[in-house]
């Protein structure tokens, strides 16, 4: 892959419905979820009063067979939070070369808590080979930082991790005396596509931050969920980083709707994003890759890629990329938007 231009806008608009492939951040509530947040019982949540915030904490917990759970404003915020929470400064953790928490999150770990990121090789599937993981675990020296933690991502650019890879490099960290800490942004898409309970793919993790601001659907918010201990601490992580909201059980409830009605619905999403890769696949100048979840990559041979989004945007559909083009599905498109999508492709590719 290619870099993907995160956030990357566009001000072209083309009259009639836009199909926003851009990312799964791009829903908006709808009618029932925005009925759910007006009702919901609020206090201030600093104060650690606010009931629905306790029902979403408490609910993502059980979910992921975690002791403890806190919303958290973003994934990036939950991440920064259990990092700051697992390690100090001078403290190590290792985390693939092309994984969200080091490379799409600013460097929030070195930048506010002294903590040195070690890169490692990712493969096409979003694993890093187990040996690399072990040789980078660094020998108590003075000269190494202290290595501390294994971040994991799944899915990762809409792969789901193998399971049998995740509990070996969860045992081999914990083997080595390292913490585990999976960035599960969209851990309830992998759920979905391998049929695995969201405990399951959160067994061999002490912590795990998941998002509910991308295919589920709610507008803002993630949670970090693991021991209770460990979630106390990262408390006063949130605060100090700013994250304390008030009455934020307006955006909790917002939160239990998607867990409640977004889940299963992922699958559609995941449908939609074979039906895109299938719409695309055999067209001159363009390899595709087939999605496992609801993210397709393709790229386009030569300097097309720039040209193509701009044709696309043209029609009324937004995607990201460079030369390996993002298309993401989610629950603001329907058929009829893939469609479009892959009639605006096959527009440019063959004319
Ligand atoms: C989106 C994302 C995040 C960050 O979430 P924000 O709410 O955008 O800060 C972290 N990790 C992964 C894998 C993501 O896709």
């Known amino acids: 892959m290619s870099s993907v ?12 419905p836009v199909v926003d492939l851009r990312s799964d951040t791009v829903t908006r509530p709808t009618a029932a979820m925005r009925a759910a947040m007006a009702a919901a019982e609020v206090g201030d949540d600093v104060f650690d009063d606010d009931p629905t915030v ?3 904490q408490a609910r993502i917990a059980g979910l992921l067979g975690k002791e403890a759970a806190l919303f958290m404003p973003s994934g990036t915020a939950s991440n920064l939070c259990a ?15 092309l994984a969200h928490c080091y490379r799409y999150e600013g460097g929030g770990g070195a930048v506010l808590g002294g903590l ?14 187990l040996a690399d993981i072990a040789a980078a675990i660094k020998p108590d020296d003075e000269h190494f930082a202290r290595t501390r933690l294994l971040c994991l991502e799944n ?3 809409g792969n789901v991790l193998p399971a ?10 914990h083997g080595r005396g390292l913490a585990t800490h999976l960035d599960g942004a969209r851990l309830f898409n992998a759920a979905v596509a391998s049929g695995a309970a969201p405990a399951d793919l959160a067994r061999g993790f002490d912590t795990v931050s998941v998002c509910f601001s991308k295919g589920l659907g709610a507008p803002v918010g993630s949670a970090l969920v693991g021991p209770a201990d460990f979630i106390a601490r990262a408390r006063r992580w949130r605060k100090v980083t700013g994250g304390g909201m008030r009455q934020v059980g307006l955006l909790a409830a917002a939160a239990l709707h998607a867990l409640d009605h977004h889940v299963d ?10 039906r895109l890769a299938d719409g695309l696949s055999g067209l001159p100048g363009l390899t595709v890759t087939p999605p496992q979840t609801n993210i397709v990559f393709a790229s386009v041979s030569g300097d097309r890629g720039p040209a193509l989004l701009a044709h696309l945007a043209a029609r009324g559909v937004l995607a990201t990329g460079l030369i390996g083009l993002r298309f993401v599905t989610h629950l603001d498109v329907d058929d009829a938007g893939i469609d479009r999508a892959v009639a605006a492709v096959r527009e440019f590719l063959l004319s």
């Open 5 to 16: 231009a995160y956030g990357s806008g566009t001000n072209t608009r083309a009259a009639g």
């Open 54 to 56: 306790h029902a979403l």
């Open 83 to 97: 990092l700051l929470t697992h390690g100090t400064r001078g403290d190590e953790y290792l985390v693939g070369q």
């Open 116 to 129: 040195q990121p070690q890169p490692i090789a990712m493969r096409p599937d979003g694993t890093m080979d």
């Open 155 to 157: 899915t990762w650019n």
């Open 164 to 173: 049998g890879y995740v509990a070996e490099a969860t045992a081999l960290a």
């Open 265 to 274: 619905r992922l699958a559609d999403d995941h449908a939609r994003a074979r």
